[in-house]
């Protein structure tokens, strides 16, 4: 009697080790993301989950270890140090997010337009970035938040026009390398412009890279703005950031708060390892074609 095969029905799509499999393929990548949605949470999920009042001074609880009631401890003014990482933590992200999308746009822009562009254009545009490439970003940023006045939009604006020159140059050097390839001629000879090419074929050609590229220029831009808060020169009190967190707290290393020194130093390094870890993990799976 010969058996009859019953198809199952109702099984997962995938067993549990090929999922594990895939997580363990691209384990740099999922670290990343998972501590990138962890600062992101704390950026701007958590402010509104925890509802002490980040600025209310406390001067009996001043340089409190961390308790129940203040579960980071408290500065020297008394506030609570959990509720101002949080704050800091919006303020950072509010300011250096969209820095780094406009840094993002300004380079490619430029980089695409540089490589399209004529031979005598892209000569003239390359010089100049090359003299600003030859300047310290760091001074450069220093001496103009010293000029305007600072709000957010002013750092935004300061912070993404500062920061898009390397990514312009590798922009314009694949646009070089492409423009030769056929099925930009081939467009070339249908009557494309060049804005079309640009945006239907070039773009897309260098997505990975302009991908990968991007999440490293999310790290430099809340370092940036984290070091332009602790030298003074980012949010202005009462306001506070990562950055103005950490360097009020060096400010009284002498009395060791090493609970105001650890917490804003490692949201800065978390948010740098995410940026890394995953432009590293977008590397390596696009580098395997998966």
Do not use: C, K
């Not at 009996?60 to 961390?66: E, F, G, T, Y």
């Not at 492409?178 to 640009?198: N, P, S, T, W």
């Not at 997505?207 to 940036?224: H, R, Y």
């Not at 940026?275 to 993990?281: E, F, I, V």
């Amino acid at each position: 009697m010969s058996e009859q095969i019953i198809p199952a029905q109702g099984l997962p799509a995938a067993p549990l080790g090929s999922w594990v499999a895939w997580i363990t393929q691209r384990s740099t990548l999922v670290a990343g993301l998972a501590i990138a949605g962890l600062i992101l949470f704390i950026g701007f999920v958590a402010p509104f989950l925890y509802p002490p009042d980040p600025f209310a001074i406390h001067p009996d609880h001043a340089l409190q270890a961390p308790s129940w009631a203040f579960p980071l401890g408290a500065d020297e003014l008394g506030r609570d140090e959990l509720a101002l990482l949080l704050s800091g933590g919006f303020a950072t992200l509010v300011v250096a997010l969209p820095a780094a999308a406009l840094a993002f746009i300004v380079g490619i822009a430029y980089g695409l337009t540089a490589g399209l562009g004529p031979a005598w254009a892209d000569r003239v545009m390359m010089r100049l970035l090359d003299a600003i490439l030859a300047l310290p970003s760091l001074i450069i940023l220093i001496f103009f938040a010293s000029l305007v006045t600072l709000n957010d939009t002013s750092l935004i604006l300061l912070l993404g026009l500062i920061s898009w020159p390397g990514l312009a140059r590798l922009v314009r050097n694949e646009t070089r390398a492409q423009r030769g390839r056929d099925f930009v001629l081939a467009a070339e000879q249908l009557g494309g412009g060049r804005f079309y090419i640009a945006r239907m074929h070039l773009v897309r050609v260098m997505a990975p890279v302009l991908v990968v590229n991007g999440t490293f220029m999310i790290g430099d831009s809340i370092f940036a703005f984290s070091a332009l808060s602790f030298l003074g020169l980012g949010v202005q009190p009462p306001q506070v950031s990562w950055g103005s967190l950490l360097e009020s707290a060096l400010d009284i290393i002498a009395l060791d708060p090493w609970w105001l020194i650890l917490p804003p130093g490692l949201l800065v390094f978390g948010a740098l390892l995410a940026a890394s870890l995953t432009g590293q993990g977008l590397l390596q799976r696009w580098g395997n074609g998966r």
